[in-house]
């Protein structure tokens, strides 16, 4: 499991700058003014500073950017960083300039003159989020990039405190979520996955592991049969957070397979090994119940997790079955490397009839269609209830986090309509982002607001993007965090 440093909140120390080691950052103003803490570090190098926002170069960068003084005289650090910042620091560029200050975040520390600044807490959480690295199966390298202290000297470090544990709830709830979305699958089994989400009873989580049994018991066949070709057992993993008051909970719901070969519709075999990130909604609802209970959240949220593995076997799921879902509704087979909805259907109804909550809201790594429609900037969002949807993507947008609204319609229906069982669990290629939520809308009960997140373009992705480096991102966990904090807690 990756480590996420504790930022450290403390007294400007003017004294201490020739002597810190690693990297020191210093803010400067975009007319090229500077605090008493960058003033003191263009002392000591001798104008170098000064000459910097003074040039033409610095007048070219835009706010954000930053420009490196490597090795500078009469300080023990290797490299000065200066980034260029309006007068106001807002929450958005705050981040920013946290992201470029932890892409060159090496093994040595690294010290932020902060001074007035507000926003503090964002550039913070965005250095620790940018400078993310899963090396848990680099032998001998582990190491090498190992990450320095971070130190933010400001004028008033009490003021700071607070903030901190906050930004440590959020981090670690992501870092938890890009680690299970870039763990194997011979390592992240079925099994593995639900210990770690029986780790969050350390947090004061109550968590319940729903075995084959169980499930069996409920009538989850839609689920059972997605994983019944594997050696590793289907499970449910349910977990609490009861912070509030008396209040129906928001339920969360994710998509848990482990591993998706697409099952006896197997996929071509270039590629397939990014099949390991299809457990991305469920990492995301287990890193949101670790971000909530770490903040101690005055709010009631369930997070439910589907934890499946679908493989080829002798007692594989075949095109053309026929399965019972817990509902009660029939559903042809189409094609079972559309699973996840399957996985779902069955989890969405269970979580409604054990906790008739407030709200729910499902994430997956569900449709290949969304990918091509929103690339990998936005997730899908699907919604039955105009307030709840408006909420969530007030609560993304603020946290930068994409996501963009498609529709639903009953005119897609009678793509999921079947001959020979109530209804059929694929439509066809037209429209396969939406239709996948239309089958998913039929398991969400009348009257139950509800939020459907297709994640399967920005739960992993290619390169890097503005606050993770190219792999697993944690989309959503800071969304979701922001959501439950404005509209759940009181």
């Not at 439910?304 to 879902?325: C, F, H, S, W, Y």
């Not at 779902?344 to 407030?358: G, S």
Request: glycine share 10%; proline share 3%.
């Amino acid at each position: 499991m990756t480590d996420v440093t504790r930022p450290d909140f403390t007294l400007l120390d003017l004294d201490a700058l020739s002597e810190a080691t690693g990297r020191i950052v210093v803010l400067a103003g975009g007319d090229g003014s500077l605090d008493k803490g960058a003033r003191r570090v263009n002392r000591l190098t001798k104008g170098a500073v000064a000459r910097l926002v003074e040039s033409e170069a610095f007048s070219d960068m835009k706010a954000g950017e930053m420009t490196t003084l490597a090795w500078p005289a009469n300080l023990a650090a290797e490299a000065v960083d200066v980034v260029k910042v309006e007068k106001r620091l807002t929450p958005d560029l705050a981040r920013k300039v946290g992201a470029a200050i932890g892409a060159k975040r090496g093994k040595g520390d690294t010290l932020v003159l902060g001074g007035s600044h507000k926003n503090l807490d964002q550039l913070a959480l965005a250095l620790l989020l940018r400078s993310y690295a899963f090396t848990d199966h680099k032998t001998g390298e582990k190491d090498k990039v190992t990450k320095g202290a971070v130190t933010v000297m400001v004028n008033q470090p009490e003021a700071w405190k607070p903030t901190v544990d906050e930004v440590m709830a959020v981090a670690e709830g992501v870092v938890m979520t890009r680690d299970l979305v870039s763990e194997p699958s011979n390592i992240l089994t079925t099994t593995e996955f639900a210990a770690r989400a029986v780790g969050l009873k350390e947090l004061g989580v109550k968590v319940e592991v729903l075995e084959e049994a169980d499930l069996d018991k409920l009538g989850m066949r839609a689920l059972l049969g997605v994983g019944q070709g594997s050696e590793s057992p289907s499970k449910v993993v349910v977990m609490e957070w009861m912070g509030g008051g008396d209040e129906a909970p928001l339920a969360l719901v994710g998509k848990g397979v482990v591993f998706d070969t697409g099952g006896i519709s197997i996929k071509p075999a270039a590629g397939m090994e990014d099949m390991t990130m299809d457990m991305g909604g469920a990492g995301v609802v287990t890193g949101v119940m670790k971000t909530i209970a770490a903040r101690k959240a005055k709010a009631n949220v369930v997070g439910l997790i589907g934890l499946v593995e679908n493989m080829p076997d002798g007692k594989a799921q075949r095109p053309g079955d026929i399965v019972t879902t817990m509902k009660g509704d029939t559903v042809e087979v189409i094609n079972t490397d559309a699973e996840g909805r399957m996985v779902l259907c069955d989890v969405l109804w269970y979580a409604q009839e054990r906790f008739k909550p407030a709200g729910v809201i499902d994430l997956a790594t569900l449709t290949g269609a969304c990918v091509i429609a929103l690339g990998h900037e936005n997730a899908g969002v699907f919604s039955n209830d105009d307030d709840f949807c408006k909420a969530f993507l007030k609560a993304a947008e603020t946290e930068e986090e994409g996501a963009w609204r498609l529709p639903l319609g009953a005119a897609y229906d009678k793509l999921l309509k079947s001959e020979k069982a109530d209804f059929k669990h694929v439509g066809g290629r037209p429209a396969g982002s939406i239709t996948a939520a239309q089958f998913l809308q039929r398991f969400i009960k009348e009257d139950m607001p509800w939020i459907h997140l297709d994640i399967a373009g920005v739960a992993d992705v290619k390169s890097d993007t503005d606050l993770a480096p190219k792999g697993a991102t944690g989309w959503g966990v800071r969304a979701l965090n922001r959501l439950i904090a404005e509209t759940c807690e009181h």
